[in-house]
């Protein structure tokens, strides 16, 4: 969404000379930015009171080339996955087509909507593909053995940290272009802003309680 709003902006402010301003021309293009901000805000902000400021994550979808990347790093699993900030669904699609039993994250009550009409049109079961409005954060994830996130990169060690007290040994976790800190990656998949990266749990805790020891030396 930001970046369709951004490239519109772009568009606008390339069409319209800078050498001159006509009052009319200016107040309708004033307006319409306006009603464009107006709109992201919409799909952007519902939810956002009620989780504390430095877990706060805008709405930032995931682009098609990461949705296949997160499906590379899902080869050869089974069994349930939760997305953590599932946006508009795109990725509990693809995981859902995939045999997975899917659960999206949101607390943007909107996106929760338009996520759950988009699985009606497409006739997609419950059992496949459900869209929750709840806060991850406060919900207990250990049912789950896929997990995967597009986040930000403030809340990644704050995850980490939920995440291993709660998943069981045998999870997969992937993140979106922003890697867990001090996490020994399985495999990463793409480069620069489509890079997709993949933990093995149970991997992970062998290596923070090696590094736990060698620190008490």
Known sequence: MEDSIELILQDFTGGFPTNRSHPIVSACTGALLTGLYGLWSVFTMPGFRKIPWSLKVPYLPSSKAQTQNVMKLLEGRRG???DLGAGDGRLVFAASS???QCTGFEINSIL???????ARLRGIPLTQATFVKNDFWKTDLSSYNNVTAFLAPGVMEL???KLLKELPQDALVISCRFPFPNWPQKSA????L???????ISTVRSHLKISQKTVMK
Request: aromatic share 18%; net charge neutral; proline share 0%.
């Open 189 to 192: 998949v793409g480069f620069g």
């Open 98 to 100: 995939a045999g997975f």
């Open 159 to 161: 995850l980490g940290e």
């Open 112 to 118: 929760v909507a338009y996520a759950r009409s988009k």
């Open 80 to 82: 349930r996955l939760a």
């Open 194 to 200: 489509e890079q997709t990266f993949a933990y093995d």
